[in-house]
Nanobody, 116 residues
Framework: QVQIMESGGGLVQPGGSLRLACRVS????????MGWYRQAPGKQRDLVATVNIGGTTIYVDAVKGRFTISRDNAKSTVYLQMNSLKSEDTAVYYC????????WGWGQGTQVTVSS
């Protein structure tokens, strides 16, 4: 059974930074492209950043240049460094496999609130 544990969220002022972490257990993490998703209140969950098994990254335009996704295969962990945060980044952030998201299920996510 795959378990996903996100952490690192919190309340931050606009322009601030946070670093999210997501540890995966129960799957061979090395073989999966991973993504960070977010869900704002009343909206659907959207993919915002991906990192493939080779380390290549892709970002949606809304976070490009501000967010950095990375992975540590030895720790089965994927990270999301978020800089220059804006109020519109407020959401619950989740990580998951790109290919196996529904099969793995979802963790509880970590709340990010950007507010002055």
């Amino acid at each position: 059974q795959v378990q996903i544990m996100e952490s690192g969220g919190g309340l931050v002022q606009p322009g601030g930074s946070l670093r999210l972490a997501c540890r995966v257990s129960g799957a061979d993490f090395r073989f999966y492209a991973m993504g960070w998703y977010r869900q704002a209140p009343g909206k659907q969950r959207d993919l915002v950043a991906t990192v493939n098994i080779g380390g290549t990254t892709i970002y949606v335009d809304a976070v490009k240049g501000r967010f950095t996704i990375s992975r540590d295969n030895a720790k089965s962990t994927v990270y999301l460094q978020m800089n220059s945060l804006k109020s519109e980044d407020t959401a619950v952030y989740y990580c998951n496999s790109i290919q196996r998201a529904e099969a793995w299920g979802w963790g509880q996510g970590t709340q990010v609130t950007v507010s002055s």
